[in-house]
């Protein structure tokens, strides 16, 4: 089967377009603004970003039954979301704006999975 860029990785729903990567991308960026305001350290961006990002796609794939839940599918989504936020925190802490920083950060956890897909490296996985 072609599991080309735009093709959900670990479903059993063959050439279904994967809008998770999105949600977890999103969501990572979103836990890292909270994280900006209330003004935590890298390791709170990291926390907050990643568990803001696989909560809402548990959440997700709870309310939509999808059993195994997304990040036990494909715990590279976890580095995705650890990249998301590290890559905002940076930026932000070298004076970027945030209008600048946030696309930025969204295009480095696309990237990351694209660079996964198209020259099939191995990210790295944590959890199950």
């Known amino acids: 089967m072609n ?33 900006a305001e209330k003004k935590l ?3 709170g961006f990291i926390l907050v970003g990643a568990v ?15 059993v195994p839940v997304s990040w036990v599918r494909d715990p590279s989504s976890i580095s995705i979301s650890i990249l998301a936020s590290v890559v905002y925190i940076g930026l932000r802490q070298f004076g970027v704006d945030e209008s600048i920083a946030i696309p930025c950060a969204f295009f480095a956890g696309f990237g990351l ?15 199950a």
Do not use: H
Not at 14 to 25: A, R, Y
Not at 113 to 127: D, Q, T
């Open 3 to 35: 599991r080309g860029l735009l093709f959900v990785t670990g479903s059993n729903k063959p050439n279904s377009v994967d809008f998770s990567l999105t949600g977890i991308v999103v969501f990572s960026i979103s836990g890292a603004l909270l994280a």
């Open 41 to 43: 350290d890298i390791l």
């Open 52 to 66: 803001t990002s696989i909560g809402g796609g548990t959440l997700r794939d709870v309310l939509l039954g999808e």
């Open 113 to 127: 999975r694209a660079a996964a897909m198209v020259y099939k490296l191995v990210l790295p996985r944590f959890g």
